[in-house]
């Protein structure tokens, strides 16, 4: 079988529905699978899934977990070759597992992979863009992480080769409750040799994010959650790995002051190559002294 839609979903009672028939009425000739993985929710999700049972596959935890440790019991429980996100308040759209397959059959079905496309709401092309990529350009190698200092990369409507990223133990797990594992993930799979695609075709509806809501987003909190993120992805790594982001971190012409700050009071890099960096971005960015995250770099 070469996908499985995975749905993790937790109290999505509301939007779940609409989830579900998108991912259902897929047109698509090839046998595929939907799972469902109820993160033990409290509201009436599982009344709804049960009209649903003989086209899905349900699991129920027994206990809540983590956001990211349900996605990766979707990893394992999944039957497919590919395993396709679809967050319980998104939709896929009608053609998205044809248009996955056509591209990943033209890569001729790549062992180490991740594929996403466009999006109306939260749309990656910024962070790919700033890291020096095009759309329908494979990234690869060191290089790859250029992309991934400037933001996270949301499972949902992503494509994932499934036993690979088993391989390396799935998305990263942090403690901090809006830690970024979408980001830390990216550079564990960047560094594990995966390939990374951004297309421009569209394979989901997203219109917000369920997940930021309610949430603490002040920029101390995000320095928490970021700073958890990198100290959860370096445990899981060797030194020789983590040597070899924070090298190319601190030696590549991309520049994310965010990244750098977090890195620096983690005394993870030199404050002197970063402080060199920081003036050459400077001048070619004169403006963006008035930001307090690059002024700090400079002191």
């Known amino acids: 079988m070469i996908f499985t839609i995975a749905i993790p979903t937790y109290n999505n009672a509301s939007t779940i529905e609409e989830t579900l028939k998108s991912c259902i009425s897929q ?23 049960s009209r649903y049972d003989e086209k899905i596959r349900i699991i129920k935890n027994n206990e809540t977990v983590s956001m990211y440790q349900n996605h990766n019991i979707c990893l394992q429980k999944a039957k497919g070759d590919y395993v396709i996100f679809c967050h319980s308040d998104d939709q896929l759209l009608p053609d998205a597992l044809k248009k996955y397959h056509d591209i990943l059959k033209k890569r001729n079905y ?30 690869s190698g060191i290089n790859s992480l250029n ?19 088993l391989s390396i133990g799935g998305f990263t797990i942090v403690n901090h409750k809006i830690a970024p594992s979408d980001l830390v993930s990216l550079w564990k799979f960047s560094i594990n040799y995966f390939e990374f695609e951004m297309t421009d075709r569209i394979f989901f509806i997203r219109e917000s994010a369920s997940t930021a809501s309610g949430q603490d987003f002040n920029l101390l909190n995000i320095k928490k959650a970021l700073l958890n993120a990198i100290q959860c992805l370096f445990k899981e790594l060797t030194i020789d790995q983590q040597a070899a982001i924070l090298n190319h971190f601190q030696h590549s012409e991309f520049y994310s002051p965010r990244i750098f700050n977090i890195l620096i009071s983690l005394h993870l890099v030199d404050k002197k190559i970063i402080r060199r960096k920081t003036v050459k971005y400077l001048l070619k960015h004169p403006f963006a002294y008035r930001r307090k995250e690059v002024l700090k770099l400079l002191f």
Do not use: H
């Open 27 to 49: 047109n698509f000739d090839d046998t595929f699978e939907i799972l469902v993985v109820n993160n033990n929710s409290t509201d009436n999700t599982e009344k709804i899934l």
């Open 110 to 139: 790549p062992e180490r992979y991740v594929l996403w496309g466009r999006s109306m709401f939260r749309d990656f092309y910024y962070s790919w863009k700033a890291g020096g990529y095009l759309l329908n350009q494979v990234a």
């Open 147 to 165: 992309a991934f200092q400037f933001g996270g990369l949301t499972p949902s409507g992503t494509c994932y080769s499934r036993l690979s990223l």
